[in-house]
């Protein structure tokens, strides 16, 4: 491991607490990628002088965060990273973009049905009327982290399979002139149906979380209708809270 680890002794903060959170954040930012060694606790105890104590407190604490994992004749290894996604009215394939994660996509499905009085409702569009579907596999590293499903009024745009899997849907929308401007979403979650388990990697009844979003382009007019799931044990959304005034 060629990570620069630093520890500040002057500062307030833990030692094995500052020696964690750089772990995490080479973890997020794909220093480390899933899969990578640490090296034994003595070698990073004595690279960084710290006690053994100090390090392992700091190696645990991922551990129990699902970050890394010690394996018997192995040593601790990186699992994977759990992406933090903020409530703004961006695309997954951004997100996972910024943080480093290399973001990767397969189309599984891309064509046009009739709207379902759900999407009907949602794109305000006539119910059987035709509506563009595109059900998609988005990866982080290789490893699936979400299944998504977006419904499109027909005629918005081209939406060619080779460019779904090289970008993120909301970079095509703009590219073909549309501004985008706000959303409605929902957040919930529920357990996993045995083939969404099989797609996402998990075990069956696993955790996920989902969300519905409506997108408006800037004048009034819905865009796009998305039904998405996420492995919750590599997701979660990050909510800022303001007191009303």
């Keep these: 491991m060629s990570l620069q680890l630093r520890v500040d002794r002057s500062s307030p903060v833990p030692l094995y ?15 480390l ?35 890394l994992v010690r394996r018997r004749g192995v040593g601790t290894q990186v699992v994977h990273s759990q992406v933090k996604r903020p409530l703004e009215l961006s695309s997954l394939y951004d997100d996972l973009e910024a943080a480093g994660q290399r973001p990767e996509t397969r189309v599984l499905l891309n064509t046009t049905v009739p709207a379902s009085a759900e999407v009907a409702a949602a794109l305000a569009v006539a119910e059987g009327g035709e509506v563009h579907r595109i059900e998609r596999l988005r990866l982080a590293h290789g490893e699936p982290m979400a299944a998504l499903c977006n419904y499109l009024p027909t005629g918005l745009l081209d939406l060619d399979s080779p460019q779904l899997e090289s970008t993120g849907l909301y970079r095509l929308m703009r590219s073909a002139g549309i501004t985008l401007h706000s959303a409605r979403q929902t957040i919930g979650a529920r357990t996993a149906t045995p083939e969404e388990a099989e797609r996402l990697t998990e075990p069956d009844g696993a955790p996920l979380l989902t969300m ?34």
């Design 212 to 245: 519905q979003r409506t997108t408006f382009d800037d004048t009034g007019r819905a865009v796009e209708y998305g039904t998405h799931i996420y492995r919750a044990s590599r997701y979660s959304f990050d909510f800022q809270l303001l007191v009303r005034a």
């Design 33 to 67: 990628t899933p899969g990578s060694l640490l090296g034994n606790e003595i070698e990073l105890a004595a690279r960084l002088g710290l006690s053994r104590p100090t390090v392992r407190q700091a190696i645990q604490s991922l551990v129990d965060k699902g970050l």
């Design 17 to 31: 607490f500052q020696l964690s959170q750089q772990l995490e954040a080479a973890i997020e930012h794909g220093a």
